[in-house]
């Protein structure tokens, strides 16, 4: 393979986005009365309506269910989720936002969007272009190997 892919810088962006991404968001849920976990578990529903249970939450963002459950917990004290029985396997449950939350939800999103401006903020439209195809192409090849090699996927429907 061309030697243009730097594993290396990769895994920096990788390491230190995710650790600004982590204090960009939990600043913000401190300032919404909420933990980091109570605001990235409330995020993964709000972003993903395709995803209703705990254990999606934990392969996905790749935390534990501990993590999670204790999120869910706290969520639901303060009206922020609701959990009903899945009508297809009554063993589970399904997760909702509640109405409740959107106003705290709306403010982690902008958090979000500052994190996107932070980090992409000195790109020209025309980078942000290619870096949004070559993003596109780079997705379908993974996912497409992780398909091949490990198992299901969750594709993400735009």
């Not at 993964?44 to 392969?59: L, M």
């Not at 917990?73 to 959990?83: E, M, N, S, W």
């Not at 000195?122 to 272009?129: G, I, K, P, R």
């Not at 070559?134 to 996927?153: D, F, M, R, S």
Request: net charge neutral; aromatic share 10%; hydrophobic share 40%.
């Amino acid at each position: 393979m061309d030697s243009a892919f730097d594993t290396r810088k990769f895994v920096r962006i990788q390491s230190y986005g995710c650790e600004l991404y982590s204090k960009t968001i939990e600043d913000e849920a401190i300032a919404c009365g909420l933990t980091k976990p109570e605001a990235d578990v409330l995020l993964f529903f709000s972003n993903n309506p395709e995803f209703q249970s705990a254990v999606d939450v934990a392969r996905y963002r790749g935390v534990s269910k501990a993590y999670v459950s204790k999120a869910l917990v706290r969520l639901a004290d303060k009206g922020y989720i609701t959990a009903r029985v899945d009508e297809n396997d009554r063993r589970f449950q399904k997760i909702f936002v509640t109405d409740k939350a959107q106003g705290v939800v709306e403010r982690l999103k902008q958090a979000q969007a500052r994190f996107s401006e932070l980090i992409l903020g000195n790109l020209s439209q025309e980078d942000l272009e290619t870096m949004a195809s070559l993003l596109q192409k780079l997705y379908e090849c993974v996912i497409k190997v992780y398909g091949e090699n490990i198992g299901k996927v969750c594709d993400i429907k735009d």
